[in-house]
């Protein structure tokens, strides 16, 4: 399994990005594929997170409402639609795959792809 993330860029407060993720050898079938991001000195959190056996979607606390996930499955690619953005959205954002769901636990996760930068600028 491999995980191409890209779209990071820098942005102002306020405005938007639309980051992808490109996966290979990987089927969503009953599996999960999530978002997350880490910023300078802080721990890794979760964004999103589809759930494939159910098509259930998870959203962290800070970003409901602002974030969107999506997918066009001929591709086999995610994105993370991320709207209003503020100066604390400013991180390294990841797709990740594994078995199941746990925004909470990012080791749940099982491959991890290498991350693109986004920077929001107040």
């Known amino acids: 399994v491999q995980l191409v993330e890209s779209g990071g860029d820098s942005v102002q407060a306020g405005g938007s990005l639309r980051l992808s993720c490109a996966a290979s050898g990987f089927t969503l079938g009953e599996n999960a594929i999530g978002w997350y991001r880490q910023a300078p000195g802080k721990e890794r959190e979760g964004v999103s997170c589809?759930?494939?056996?159910?098509?259930?979607?998870w959203y962290g606390d800070s970003v409901k409402g602002r974030f969107t996930m999506t997918s066009v499955n001929a591709r086999n690619t995610w994105y993370l639609q991320m709207d209003s953005l503020t100066f604390d959205d400013t991180a390294v954002y990841y797709c990740?795959?594994?078995?199941?769901?746990?925004?909470?636990?990012?080791?749940?996760?099982?491959?991890w792809g290498k991350g693109t930068l986004v920077t929001v600028s107040s």
């Open positions: 589809l759930y494939g056996a159910t098509g259930d979607i």
């Open positions: 990740a795959v594994g078995r199941f769901c746990a925004l909470g636990s990012p080791s749940i996760m099982n491959v």
